[in-house]
């Protein structure tokens, strides 16, 4: 049995509201538990259909997002356009990599994690 502490359970969908989406990571606050952390971060993805970051992003973590349901269009700042259209279907790229997304066609779930979790 784990000790108090050792075990958080939850649900995605409903414990990262407050926190955009991401469910682990040096964004939630310690008083969460093991959710706190810089080691990781693990994203819930919820997007209905239009929602996209249109401006290129990056950031300093490696990142692997694998798609649960529905479709979403990646784009990468050369050129590169990545579709993942079944269940399973994943991108994975290194830091620094300018990226955006889109989600057209029907509404999305995405289980992203980036590693290492760190702080703007």
Not at 96 to 101: A, D, E, I, L, N
């Amino acid at each position: 049995m784990p000790a108090p502490g050792e075990l958080v359970t939850g649900n995605a969908a409903e414990d990262t509201v407050p926190f955009r989406g991401w469910l682990v990571g040096h964004f939630v606050p310690p008083e969460f538990g093991l959710r706190s952390t810089p080691e990781v971060e693990v994203k819930w993805g919820v997007h209905p259909v239009g929602d996209s970051r249109s401006g290129w992003g990056s950031n300093e973590a490696t990142t692997f997002s694998v798609l649960v349901s529905g479709s979403i269009r990646y784009e990468f700042s050369d050129g590169q356009c990545v579709r993942l259209v079944r269940p399973g279907d994943y991108a994975l790229w290194a830091p620094g990599v300018p990226h955006r997304w889109f989600v057209e066609r029907e509404p999305t779930v995405v289980f992203t994690v980036r590693w290492p979790s760190i702080a703007p």
